[in-house]
């Protein structure tokens, strides 16, 4: 059933009419052509698809439309300010932690929403934060080393 969803979409008040059950990433991706979220398993379990509801990091292939209603939502694409990257995307790229690329959006996004919840976290607890994100390329020390140097920043 359609409905009318108002909602902060990378700092711009948004106003949508979409099936309140569908899928915030196909909304994101094909609906407002922000591809930056990628889909990777659609089932959650690989944080591809990571965005920022509320400032925290969420799975958007299983977060459905409806609950996006007057909240804010941030995509990669709206981490960068003024057209400067965020410290955290300057970090990955000082880093290398981002081979291929394809995870990096929900890498960093996740990241950011550990760094607002704990802004000096230790080494084990990135590692926690991050464990349910994953990387095919086997950038994970470089990710944590980005982190870590964000969160000394």
């Known amino acids: 059933m359609k409905e009318t969803i108002n909602f902060k979409l990378n700092g711009k008040s948004t106003r949508l009419t979409v099936d309140g059950e569908r899928m915030l990433l196909w909304v994101l991706r094909t609906d407002l052509d922000l591809t930056g979220t990628k889909f990777g398993c659609g089932i959650s379990a690989c944080g591809a698809c990571t965005v920022l509801v509320d400032n925290e990091a969420v799975r958007s292939c299983q977060f459905p439309m409806k609950y996006v209603n007057g909240k804010e939502v941030i995509t990669i694409e709206g981490l960068a300010k003024n057209g400067d990257l965020h410290p955290l995307q300057k970090a990955f790229r000082e880093h290398d932690a981002l081979q291929c690329g394809f995870c990096t959006p929900g890498m960093i996004l996740t990241a950011y929403s550990l760094l ?11 590692i926690d934060g ?4 994953l990387c095919r390329c086997g950038a994970h020390n470089r990710i944590i080393q980005a982190i870590e140097t964000t969160s000394k920043k």
């Open 116 to 126: 607002l919840k704990n802004p000096n976290p230790s080494r084990d607890e990135i």
């Open 130 to 133: 991050m464990n349910d994100n």
